[in-house]
């Protein structure tokens, strides 16, 4: 039977349970299950730190999970990457005291720095030459600098208000761009793992896709076909008793109000969109 963990707490957690749910797996009701078996699927999930999802999966206790980039980097793990999710998507910078000086990594020769992933951090400079002593907190680690414990930090930025509001200004290149992943350990069984990819895949495309439907003139038809090419190309039958056709076809979400702006433009009519649940492409 297949073994995935899964974040039980933070900003992976919800995501991941909703996107396994969408797959068609089920998941736990009550946040106190630390295990939950789908024998329908064949796959028991188990609800981990997502500090320790990374751990658990390179040292073979579960054969895979959903954690953040930066989180399997920081663990030290053999877990690698199998598969981006497109959610929990983070940038880590390194910030310091606004008018310290420290305008690129090399400032931080010899200077604390404060983090929440200084195994992360301290691969990071060590490769760049620069020798720091990096100082692990597990929270809160912008006050570090005017608590007297750090000379600078690094941490996830979204924003940056919660660092500027602490004296601290971003500098450098960013660290690391993260976001979740399913990662796999060495001895993951690869035909049950492939059926969790192809599913998750599956869930993934659907929700960078809708479907159009459209009514359009025969002789308007090569002009709203190329406003909706589709992936292989659209679906077309005529309509009973007309000499309009009907057209199906796949667009990115993201485009979709344009798509129908345009497509009334050509003449189409009885434009409608539909959502898409999974598919296989």
């Known amino acids: 039977m297949l073994r995935i963990a899964v974040p039980n707490k933070g900003s992976l957690s919800e995501p991941a349970v909703t996107l396994l749910k969408e797959a068609g797996y089920r998941q736990r009701r009550d946040t106190r299950e630390l295990v939950i078996v789908d024998e329908a699927n064949s796959i028991e999930f188990f609800y981990l730190r997502p500090r320790d999802v990374a751990v658990y999966v390179g040292e073979g206790t579960v054969h895979a999970g959903i954690t953040g980039r930066d ?3 920081d663990s030290g793990s053999s877990a690698t990457e199998h598969l981006p ?4 998507g983070s940038t880590f910078r390194f910030a310091a005291p606004d008018g310290s000086g420290i305008t690129d990594i090399s400032g931080l020769h010899g200077r604390r720095v404060a983090t929440s992933y200084a195994t992360l ?6 490769a760049r030459g ?7 907190l597990d929270g809160a680690v912008e006050s570090s600098v005017r608590l007297g414990v750090a000379d600078a930090v ?18 450098g290149e960013p660290l690391l761009s ?11 069984p690869g035909d049950a793992l492939a059926v969790l990819v192809g599913r998750l895949k599956g869930v993934l495309t659907a929700r960078k896709y809708v479907l159009v439907d459209y009514d359009v003139p025969a002789d308007l038809l090569d002009a709203a076909i190329a406003v909706t090419p589709g992936l292989e190309g659209p679906t077309v039958a005529p309509i009973h008793g007309t000499d309009w056709q009907a057209v199906r076809a796949m667009v990115p979400r993201k485009e979709i109000n344009d798509v129908m702006d345009r497509l009334y433009a050509v003449g189409a009519r009885a434009i409608l969109t539909s959502e898409l649940l999974a598919v296989r492409i």
């Open 71 to 73: 989180l399997l980097l």
């Open 85 to 88: 999710l497109g959610f929990g």
């Open 121 to 126: 951090v301290d691969d990071y400079l060590r």
């Open 130 to 136: 620069v020798e720091s002593q990096v100082i692990r």
């Open 154 to 171: 690094a941490d996830v930025v979204s924003t940056g208000t919660t660092l500027r509001a602490a004296g601290l200004s971003v500098f």
């Open 178 to 188: 993260s976001e979740a992943l399913l990662i796999k350990g060495a001895d993951a």
